[in-house]
């Protein structure tokens, strides 16, 4: 259980140290444009506005909050530098902070981070920075670092429980109320450690407090939704990483407190669903976003009558996607849409088996995508794991029924990640 925040402490996270670190922050980061989005409107007939933070200077927000902590720190704190832990966005945002302030930096990142943010983090922090890769998850390389922190006397800068970086992600919810022409009905706001999610519902709830502020994070790691549910900071057991820029085992205390006052609602979002909407975004706007900065456009379906005829802010909170992670993306998508599908066949062992089960089982929209099959000589029957991509979700059930029609007794894993995480 987390300890209890004390008011005078939630009270350092203030709209004045919002705006004073807007005047901190301006001549570092990119004020990052808000677009009305012409195909999401449309689609929900609504005005969805997108804060596109996925095009700031380290194409994520969480620059914001690191130069924030770190230029209000003072030389005697900063002499033996500083130190973060980060799966990857914190990191770009510190090194990059690191080198504008001629600063040692100590990047710790887990091990399963992808390449492509390693290395923006060694690009943006050059000469400055030293990445130390430890553990599988941030919460292991959370602990490393505060050891390293406490060990070298070295200033620790927090992630997303820390109030300047709190208010230094403010400044996204400043610049979205100076910008809009018209009053926001609701906005929807990524939440991994809920730094962000703290800072912005703080600007509005005093400057636009009609304004529904709803938070989102992936299913497979709900620790502000379960801490929000249980009335206490709750610490998870096993998280999905995949949606690794918003996948901790346990949001902070400071921020956790601001959350529970601040978000009128808090929900979580299938990965499958995640990765639909960073295809579609892709394809319909241009826009290459990271799994967090789906989170909030991917919960738009969640809202579909509440928003008709409202005004909608979607925070796009990261563009640091890894390509190489484009075939999951896509094999995550299709299973959730309902378009992908996976079987263990008990083919009979006989010529013409497989050719009957392609023009009698199969229709002619349907693609097998995946063959694995080693014949048996002893047996009757030799199973088979076969792939099938369907063109549409409702053909299902028909495929269901030719197999039994022609008896090819089959058993349907899609339901048995023990089996299918071997492939995706």
């Known amino acids: 259980m987390s300890e209890v925040v004390p008011a005078e402490v939630k009270a350092l996270v203030s709209v004045d140290g919002i705006k004073a670190a807007e005047k901190r922050l301006k001549d570092i980061i990119v ?15 609504a005005n969805i506005y997108l804060k596109r933070e996925d095009l700031q200077v380290v194409r994520s ?43 040692k930096g100590h990047i710790f990142m887990p091990i399963t981070t992808p390449n492509q943010k390693i290395k923006q983090v060694q690009l943006f922090g050059r000469e400055h920075v030293e990445v130390v890769l430890v553990g599988d998850t941030f919460d ?54 809920g730094g962000l999610a703290a800072g912005v519902s703080t600007f509005f709830k005093e400057l636009s407090p009609t304004t529904k502020v709803v938070g989102v994070e ?26 690794d820029g918003a996948a901790v085992k ?4 400071l921020t956790f407190e601001i959350c529970r006052e601040k978000l009128d609602d808090m929900l979580t979002i299938p990965e499958g669903k995640i990765c639909t909407t960073i ?12 799994p967090a900065g789906a989170l909030s456009i991917s919960a738009l379906d969640f809202f579909k009558e509440e928003i008709k005829g409202k005004t909608v802010v979607c925070v796009v909170s990261g563009g640091n996607n890894d390509i190489t992670r484009t075939e999951e993306i896509k094999e995550r ?28 089982v199969l229709s002619p929209t349907d693609d097998i995508t995946h063959f694995t ?43 048995r990640p023990e089996f299918y995480h071997f492939i995706i």
């Open 279 to 290: 295809l579609q975004l892709y394809n319909e706007e241009a826009i290459v976003a990271e």
């Open 333 to 360: 998508s299709l299973l959730y849409e309902g378009l992908k599908h996976y079987f263990i066949v008990n083919f009979p062992q006989r010529a013409g088996a497989l050719k009957q089960f392609v023009n009698d």
């Open 31 to 45: 004020r990052t444009p808000l677009i009305r989005s012409m195909n999401l409107s449309e689609r929900y007939e």
């Open 250 to 253: 346990a949001v902070g205390d």
């Open 140 to 193: 292991d390389c959370y602990y490393e670092a505060l050891k390293f922190s406490d060990l070298h006397q070295t200033a620790f800068i927090h992630p997303f429980d820390n109030p300047q970086g709190i208010e230094g992600q403010g400044t996204v919810g400043l610049e979205i109320l100076q910008d809009i022409k018209e009053p926001v009905d609701l906005l929807i706001l990524p939440v991994g450690g």
């Open 373 to 415: 099959y080693t014949k048996k000589n002893s047996r009757e029957k030799g199973p088979a794991l076969v792939g099938i991509e369907l063109k549409n979700r409702n053909d299902f059930q028909g495929l269901l029924d030719r197999m039994e029609q022609y008896g090819f007794n089959c058993e349907y894993i899609n339901n």
């Open 218 to 243: 992936p299913e497979g790691a709900p620790s502000m939704k379960k801490s929000l549910e249980a009335g206490h900071k709750v610490v998870l057991d096993h998280i999905d990483k995949f949606v």
């Open 61 to 103: 927000y969480k620059l914001r909050g690191a130069y924030n902590i770190m230029s209000s720190l003072t030389p005697e704190q900063l002499q033996n530098g500083v130190v973060c832990a980060s799966a990857g966005n914190h990191a770009q945002g510190v090194a990059y902070s690191c080198h504008k302030m001629s600063i």
